[in-house]
Nanobody
Framework: VQLQASGGGLVQTGGSLRLSCAASGISFRVNTLKWYRQAPGKQRDMVAMISPSDYTEYADSVKGRFTISRGDAEKRLYLQMNNLGPEDTAVYYC???????????WGQGTLVTVSS
């Protein structure tokens, strides 16, 4: 099983980025998929999730700015991030958890830096 996150980078305040997570080795459609982030010195927190039935949830801090989506055919998870601010600076991780076996997998993380 492999989750490969990409799309991070340096962006100015108010800018946008789109993160992508490529999955292999899992039955993509029957996994709950999540994005987490971890800022320096802080714990890892969930940012957004999408269920196998396409139900979505977001952290209050990103509601209205971030959109999570999934491309089942290409086995990719996405996170569209708009109106970014310095508080969004963190390493972003993708996560997959099986609906039935509950096994959990993590990607390696991609760094997002938002300059003020």
């Amino acid at each position: 099983v492999q989750l490969q996150a990409s799309g991070g980078g340096l962006v100015q305040t108010g800018g946008s980025l789109r993160l992508s997570c490529a999955a292999s080795g899992i039955s993509f459609r029957v996994n709950t998929l999540k994005w987490y982030r971890q800022a320096p010195g802080k714990q890892r927190d969930m940012v957004a999730m999408i269920s196998p039935s396409d139900y979505t949830e977001y952290a209050d801090s990103v509601k209205g700015r971030f959109t999570i989506s999934r491309g089942d055919a290409e086995k990719r998870l996405y996170l569209q991030m708009n109106n970014l601010g310095p508080e969004d600076t963190a390493v972003y991780y993708c996560n997959a958890q099986g609906l039935y076996d509950r096994r959990e997998y993590w990607g390696q993380g991609t760094l997002v830096t938002v300059s003020s």
